[in-house]
């Protein structure tokens, strides 16, 4: 599987936009980026996904870097409850194995 | 209504002993997952079931067998309790094919003691 880099934590304000990166230098034509986070005490919980285009959703947008080496997550209005470790994942589809890595804790202050 | 749920929640028992933990979902998902998280938060799949079948078994031990009644439940059994084993296990499920997202149980904390 296709390895990603993130950096090990990261710290926001409340209601400050929020940039996650994602290096991933070894991706295949393929492999689709996906985003799943986990807040304490809980199971992960899916954030988006994308190929090549931009995508943006109700909880969050992605943003891929042209040669796809490099992803960024963008919470655009932080809250406490994104508190979370994030979690960047290489796949063909989500329908088969997700392989976690260290992910980013982001801590959200008040 | 719990998408994915899990029981026990937590399960504490002695070396030895061998326990079961069930999951359930109600997303009319075909595809049912068993993931582990150890206390360094690393979290690693273990098994996947489609349509009550297994199609990925990572390297796990023998004494961990899992188990799908039906499409909308994977049971984990281990046998033989070790303190390696001690995690937080969570089930997941998804639709088969295509780009769906996975949806998690809330997990379930084993201590071995």
């Known amino acids: 599987d296709a390895k990603t880099t993130q950096p090990n934590s990261m710290e926001s304000n409340e209601e400050e936009p929020v940039h996650l990166p994602c290096n991933h230098s070894?991706?295949?034509?393929?492999?689709?980026i996906h985003w799943y986070r986990q807040l304490p005490s809980q199971g992960p919980e899916y954030v988006i996904h994308?190929?090549?285009s931009n995508v943006n959703n109700r909880m969050a947008s992605l943003a891929i870097a042209e040669d796809r080496k490099s992803s960024t997550l963008i919470l655009h209005r932080a809250t406490l409850r994104d508190a979370a470790v994030y979690y960047c994942?290489?796949?063909?589809?989500?329908?088969?194995?997700?392989?976690f890595g260290e992910g980013t804790q982001l801590t959200v202050n008040p | 209504d719990t998408a994915v749920s899990q029981t026990p929640k937590y399960l504490v028992t002695q070396m030895g002993n061998d326990k079961s933990i069930k999951c359930e979902q109600n997303?009319?998902?075909?595809?049912m997952y068993w993931y582990k998280q150890d206390s360094k938060k690393f979290l690693k799949i273990m098994f996947s079931y489609n349509n009550k079948e297994l199609i990925i078994n990572e390297t796990v031990p023998n004494r961990f067998s899992p188990k799908s009644p039906d499409k909308a439940h994977l049971n984990l059994h281990i046998n033989s309790l070790e303190l390696g084993d001690s995690a937080v296990y969570f089930c997941?499920?998804?639709?088969?094919?295509?780009?769906?997202?996975?949806?998690f149980g809330p997990g379930t904390r084993l201590t071995v003691l």
């Open positions: 994942i290489l796949d063909v589809t989500s329908g088969s194995r997700l392989t």
């Open positions: 997941a499920s998804t639709l088969a094919g295509g780009l769906n997202e996975q949806f």
């Open positions: 997303l009319g998902h075909d595809t």
């Open positions: 994308g190929l090549t």
């Open positions: 070894t991706i295949s034509g393929t492999d689709y």
